[in-house]
């Protein structure tokens, strides 16, 4: 098995577990920060392990416009491309296929698409996806899928489902059918269906039977209600197997990375922590402080207290962060970058731990109560 649940939270659906890839052991529940274009923006390889950094996202998408499959693949992979020594998982890009490219034609056999960058015509089937992230070395690959934006019509979440699912079962055949069926890379179905609560049971049922060792919840964090987004997640977790790894694709903000522990989520990935340092706003344990704000222009302490980041420990202050961020200087969203990576990452660890002892909602209560009392 390539995963293995190690404890659960007597008092939720909270557990820890171990995911096994072949460049290593990443610890559950775990954060993954997005690298799109194989970096994670402003920040080393080297930096993101000293973030404690256990696995990042890649999107199969970008690295196949740009810079191409080949010049990586003759690299030696991903791996060795960007310089970064632990587990990747790399998106199948489909989310993009259908927000950023100008989309020509959707059928059965593929997408076929003008490329967002240059214009160029490009056709992807499912299986041309896996054998993209087969030679960018991927450890945990995504198949093609269609996500549905909210609000949707159940008739096209019907449609997207099926195809979702048709596509999976190529993926799955593809991607059985590599060089080396013994290299401990990992493909994941994922659940679609909208809004819609049969849809999601349905899509669960049907990706089952093609039995993926992990099942990642799609088409979530896109535009629907808060109250909605944790009724079909919570919904659709009834559904995929305990004994294997649940990831909810999307999902960024501390709050609800606590909420969906809680429901028994096991991997998570977002752009916020990055997205926000680049306009200037830190995470800390009493919630988001945004530093390019008057208030800290003679704030003389570091972020946060107590935090060992690089940022905090060497002591760069608010103030002369603000400056930075102010002045346009990359070395103010390079610090801000690495403290919330940072802080994402000790986020999770604390929750493992509080897991193991069964202390997951008196810490989840007490983080609320920081960020609302901030």
């Not at 089952?208 to 992990?214: A, I, K, R, T």
Request: charge should be neutral; include cysteine; glycine fraction near 8%.
């Amino acid at each position: 098995m390539s995963f293995t649940v190690v404890h659960q939270d007597k008092d939720s659906q909270a557990r820890t577990g171990l995911l096994k890839t072949a460049h290593g052991v990443v610890r559950t529940p775990v954060f993954m920060p997005v690298g799109t274009q194989a970096t994670v923006k402003t920040l080393s390889a080297q930096e993101l392990l000293d973030c404690k950094t256990q696995i990042v996202l890649s999107n199969a998408y970008h690295l196949y416009l740009r810079p191409g499959r080949e010049i990586i693949k003759q690299a030696g992979g991903l791996h060795k491309f960007m310089g970064w020594s632990g587990p990747i998982l790399t998106d199948s890009g489909g989310f993009q296929v259908f927000s950023l490219a100008v989309l020509r034609k959707i059928t059965e056999k593929g997408v076929e698409f003008q490329s967002h960058i240059d214009g160029s015509r490009h056709f992807l089937a499912p299986e041309d996806i896996i054998g993209v992230q087969l030679d960018l070395g991927s450890d945990v690959l995504m198949p093609l899928d269609e996500c549905v934006h909210y609000p949707a019509e159940r008739d096209y979440a019907q449609e997207s489902l099926k195809l979702t699912n048709i596509w999976a079962r190529r993926s799955k055949e593809a991607f059985s059918q590599r060089e080396d069926p013994d290299d401990g890379r990992l493909l994941f179905g994922i659940v679609q269906g909208g809004t819609y609560l049969d849809l999601r049971k349905q899509a669960a049922n049907e990706l089952l039977e093609v039995n993926f060792p992990g099942y990642a919840v799609g088409g979530i964090s896109v535009g629907e209600p808060e109250g909605l987004k944790f009724e079909v997640l919570e919904h659709t977790l009834k559904f995929l197997p305990k004994e294997k790894p649940r990831y909810a694709m999307g999902i960024g903000p501390p709050a609800d990375i606590f909420k969906a522990v809680g429901m028994g989520v096991d991997m998570f990935d977002c752009v916020m922590p990055t997205r926000h340092a680049r306009n200037g706003t830190a995470f800390t344990k009493s919630g988001k402080i945004v530093l390019r704000n008057a208030p800290y222009a003679n704030d003389y302490q570091p972020i946060e207290q107590g935090c060992q980041c690089f940022a905090c420990r060497n002591n760069y202050t608010r103030a002369y962060i603000r400056h930075l961020v102010n002045a346009a200087e990359i070395l103010g969203v390079r610090l801000v970058s690495l403290h919330n990576v940072y802080f994402y990452a000790m986020l999770m660890g604390k929750i493992r731990e509080a897991i193991q002892q069964d202390k997951f909602l008196e810490l989840k209560k007490e983080f609320l109560k920081g960020e609302r009392d901030a």
